[in-house]
């Protein structure tokens, strides 16, 4: 990673130079790169705000991050389920549609419908609501590009790209992961769903970051508060699976049935309690 970082930083440091080389009377680097990015990210990017001294990787970085909600700043991280264990306590997600086109992590330019930034997760009421994401050929290349950007850049403490590379290296815990996710369009790729799975685990390989500094640390919590009240249902699900379904002998059905009659009484007496509570 401290090898990306030296090549890139390198790359950034050259460019200003023969860019001055040039002879043609052009707008600053700065300029050019703000108008870049943002027609790639298709959003407006108020050049005034970017300094001179400002790391090109940087800006792409902020492009495609958009908003900071500072909720999500607090510090706490839990990892959170993949989306099949999410998909069997009765989350469901869904294609976040709002103000900006699809992230693009290769520099492709796409037509493409309107949708938010890639902090734009959120989770309310069993349903995470994603951004879609275009992963090209070149994606991995690209995020890895940012992600050593902010873990071997001087004085900087923001790791918003490495969170989110994190994030869904949780989510995606196999090709049923990323098979779903690509059916419900959050993500849009010419790789196969065997890429995409092992895609963000790949990139976050032999990254050491401590917990407190990672970004949606609201989105964990609220993931986990919803895992712990619905923990019966999910029991139920697994007698269902393992012993219902695929029955083996007489007992494993009547077991199984017993079990399901006592975690459902539970489950009823817990839901009393806490509306009247």
Known sequence: MTCCYLKTNFLGKLLPVLFELTEEENEALRYLAARFFGNVFRISMPVENISSERHLLDI???AALGPVDPRNRRNFYHPIPSVAELLEIGVDFERRESTQTEIVV???RRESTQTDHLLGI????????????CIGENGERFVRNLIAYELCAPKH???YVTSYA???SCLIKSTKDAEFLMAKGIILTPLSKEDIACFFTRVCKDIEIEDDLLY???LAVSVEKYCR??????????????YLYNPSSMWSVSSGVVVILILTITQTIYTVLSYYK
């Not at 009240?229 to 393992?242: A, E, G, Q, Y």
């Open 166 to 168: 994190k994030l869904f």
């Open 122 to 133: 959120t989770f309310e009421t069993g349903l995470m609501r994603i951004p879609p994401l």
């Open 216 to 218: 949606f640390g609201a």
């Open 157 to 159: 403490t923001n790791y």
């Open 229 to 242: 009240r619905r923990w019966l249902r999910s029991w139920l699900t697994m007698i269902k699976r393992d």
């Open 60 to 62: 792409a970085r902020g």
């Open 106 to 108: 290769d520099f492709e």
